[in-house]
């Protein structure tokens, strides 16, 4: 980022510290000052980062987080500019990327906070929970009281749309309600009987599922002399279990009735004794039913934000299942989330990757907690009946049915048993919660990086990457799709090759990726990993999961059906969802996704016969999408042809590259988007795309009559060197065209090119070659009724009188030019007729008012379109109008504003326009004082957009 690189360098004062409150509504202070983070959105973000507890969120989590399934297309940008606004708020002494607090690691941010109150809350409740265990109720009620006391609200009160921030604040919360449970133990404790039944009796009424509550209340009433009292509380309880949860209470709270009905002296605290007298405690009798995780043989890289969640998970839902590809990681968070855990009886792991039949299932269970029973799910339940543990069921993708039974059994009986599942596929049982377990974040800061060079560390003696290196490995990462078990056996092979033969050979990947695990047969190689998924399929599910890997970058139902017939597509399709080969992206309608490392297994068992089918489809589904978009794109759904087309690019080029060598279906795709790279600002890419129409421009044209397509992929790349800048490559594709649109019989393309010689015949001054073009395309569109064609006619004959002088002329027509495209839902021609309109203002002076009007509705009208070219173009003219009237602190902040996003796509308005644009930003530079100017655009180049688009306002009142 540039944020903040012109700050001057003068020496930085000492930090200042930041401290976060978050339990409650979210409160900054820095100092001793509360400062003012901003909206929802603002403080969403610092929420999000706040969570990750310093480790890097990526740019496309934090986006994800902000704005869910359909980001603006502007959220990139405008998440710098929420970063750039919070880091000046939090380290105003050290603004932009030099900020020690909010910094820029790899393709995310990490937040770096002196303190927190959550956290300094968990360190106290931690405490006063250890005090209590060892018997000091006073020291355990004076650290629970300073605990409580960081809580003003419920945890993150006022931020409530970001599902990541939801669930912390559910964890939270708990954690809050675990210390209040602490807080009234050690009140007993204390004889605080009375006080204690009170505030008991309230925290009931308010969260009536919590069983621990329900026990101190009725103990509370007990000791305080009413035994009634008592057991009228465990009677509420167990109406309000059965009633909310089906469930009877758990068996202590029936203990506690028996002992209350018993006058048991055991409830009755016995006098302590003090310390001295005290005999020192027996040593502990070994517990059977301790656990039997094993320990790590390598530290976990990363998944910080993963555990943190899944411990919430697990407190919430006594039913999670982990899902995902083979290698993606399952085991291995499964086991470090168990290790974190303190039950009373386990946790304990039962691996079921051999396990075929239900009695395998009983017999691995009972096999590894070291019991013996007979009988199947019901006895051994019955073991778990009065346990506290969590049972971790690993690789249950082979055994779903057996395991659900199990699973039902055994939570419909045991209350304080509680299951983490590992499998490729849901198991489909009552209250499960299914959690897709993601790749490691990549970039170079990425958890990704990180475990590949400590792998590779590991692996070769000395390795130890420089930052040229890093960046490969990234990219490296990347082609992995993130995930682990590709990652270790890549770095595995670090001992046989560079990294830079790593990437160069990744297309073979799976003779590449191999040498794992001995011990583990489905990990040694990644191909393993793979099969072990894809035999599990049907033959129809191969097939359809062969077929779906011939999309590039994702899919929706409509172009699953375009290269399959298969009348089974939906059942197999949700199946291959189900079995972790296929991602859902998510959207409405839905997208769908294969990793790379999947396309890549799909390809190597696909038969050619298969390929050559599904290509040909994929090549006419984006030919028909082409074409649509080549219409659509001039019309009231533009909008949504140019989001259909971001989504779907990656297609787009799969198939330009297969059909490198037909030229008719080559340019029927190429001319049929030019319109979607021309208004994104993709310049580079449709170059190396449109540029294949030229390659037979030195041929000489004989007779015959010529394709359309060619012509129409010809007039696309005219345009697209125009936006470039390119002017010797402009004059080159210009005298292609002028060659080419009379050498076609296809009137709609020979139409379309002479509206765009007529346009480049304008701006170089062929006035009346321009009028003539212009005019037999308006007669045209009169005759066949094309209201775009009518209004790019309208607009070129306005811009050949607006370059021939006659501007009362050009006006009438580009009046009219706007009126029909608006009309028509013609976004771009409106926004360009508005643009040379105001031009034609500008050389008659009048601004102060007409030509920013005209330009502030086109700023208007491209946002809407998301014309991101032409949006620049009207901000950088709007720029040159403003200085003319003299307000030139906004004219600088415009000028940096564009020339900064400008930089980032690839694209410069005055290179594409020297004659007007490029004197407009001359005379600007020129003319307005040097620090002013200077100080303007350094303030532009860090405006978001929605700032940027709060100054057009700004200028539209003045």
Known sequence: MLIGMLEPTAATPPPTSVYLQVLGPVRVLVGDEDVSIGGPVPRALLSRLAIAAGESVSDDALIDDLWGAEPPPSAKVTLQGYVARIRRVLDPHRPGSRSRVLTRRGNGYALELDATDWQQFTTLARAGRTHLVEGDATSAAETLDAALDHWCGGAYADVTDSEAVSVEANRLDALRLDAVEDRMEAALALGEYGS??????????RHPLRERSWELLARAHYLAGRPGEALDALRRARETLADELGTDPRPSLLTLQAAILDHDVALTPAPKAPAAAQPPAPPAAPDPFAHNIPLTLSPLVGRAPQLTELATLIRTHRLVTLTGAGGMGKTRLALETARRREDADGPWLVELAGAREKSHVTDAIATAMGVTISGGSDPLAAVFRDRELLLVLDNCEQVLTPVADFVDTVLSTCPRVRILTTSREALGAAGEFVYEVPPLSEGRGGEAVSLFVQRASAQSRGFEPDDAEHELISTLCTELDGMPLAIELAAAQCRTLSVRQLIANI????????????????????????????????????????????????????????ITDSPDLLTDLGSLVDKSLIIVVGGDPRRYRMLETLRRYAALVRQPELTAAVRERHTRWVCEMADGAHYGLRGPQSTDWMRRLDLEIANV???????????????????????????????????????????????????????????????????????????????????????????????????????????????????????????????????????????????????????????ESAGRY?????????????????????????????????????????????????????????????????????????????????????????????????????????????????????????????????????????????????
């Open 196 to 205: 204690a039944a009170a505030r008991l009796d309230a925290f009931t009424r």
């Open 507 to 562: 297309d073979d990947r799976f003779a590449v990726l191999r040498g794992g695990s001995r011990t583990n047969a489905r990990h040694a190689t990644m191909q393993a990993a793979v099969d072990w998924s894809y035999h599990s399929l049907s033959p129809s599910e191969q097939e359809l999961f062969q077929s779906l890997a011939i999309f590039s970058g994702g899919f929706d139902l409509d172009g699953a059906r375009a």
């Open 653 to 807: 080029r799969a198939a330009l590259e297969a059909c490198l060598h037909d030229d008719e279906t080559y340019f029927r795709i190429a001319g049929g988007v030019y319109w979607y790279w021309y208004r994104s600002g993709h310049v580079a890419e449709a170059l190396s795309y449109l540029d294949q129409a030229l390659r037979h421009r030195d041929c000489p044209i004989q007779g015959e009559r010529l394709s359309p397509t060619r012509v129409r992929a010809v007039s696309g790349v005219t345009l697209i060197r125009y936006l470039a800048g390119d002017m010797a490559g402009l004059l080159e594709a210009f005298g292609y065209l002028a060659e080419l649109h009379t050498r076609t019989d296809d009137d709609v393309a020979r139409t379309e090119a002479a509206l765009i010689l007529a346009f480049f015949e304008a701006g170089s001054g062929l006035v009346e070659q321009a009028r003539e073009h212009a005019g037999h395309a308006l007669a045209r569109a009169l005759r066949t009724d094309e209201p775009f064609t009518h209004a790019e006619a309208l607009m070129c004959l306005g811009t050949a009188d607006f370059r021939g002088g006659d501007f």
């Open 814 to 958: 580009l009046d009219e030019a706007v009126r029909v495209a608006a009309e028509n839902g013609y976004g771009w021609c409106e926004g360009s007729s508005l643009w040379i309109n105001a031009k034609t203002d500008i050389a008659q002076g009048k601004w102060g008012g007409q030509a920013e009007g005209k330009l502030v509705r086109m700023v208007r009208v491209c946002e809407s379109n998301g014309d991101l070219t032409s949006w620049l173009v009207a901000l950088a003219t709007l720029a040159y109008a403003l200085f003319r009237r003299g307000d030139h602190d906004t004219a600088a902040e415009l000028t940096g504003f564009v020339s900064r996003q400008g930089a980032l796509m690839g694209y410069d308005p005055q290179a594409m326009d020297p004659v007007d644009l490029a004197r407009y930003d001359r005379e600007l530079r020129a003319e307005i004082p040097a620090d002013r100017l200077e100080a303007g655009i350094a303030r532009g180049r860090t405006l978001t957009r929605a700032r940027a688009s709060a100054l057009v306002a700004e200028a539209e009142r003045q």
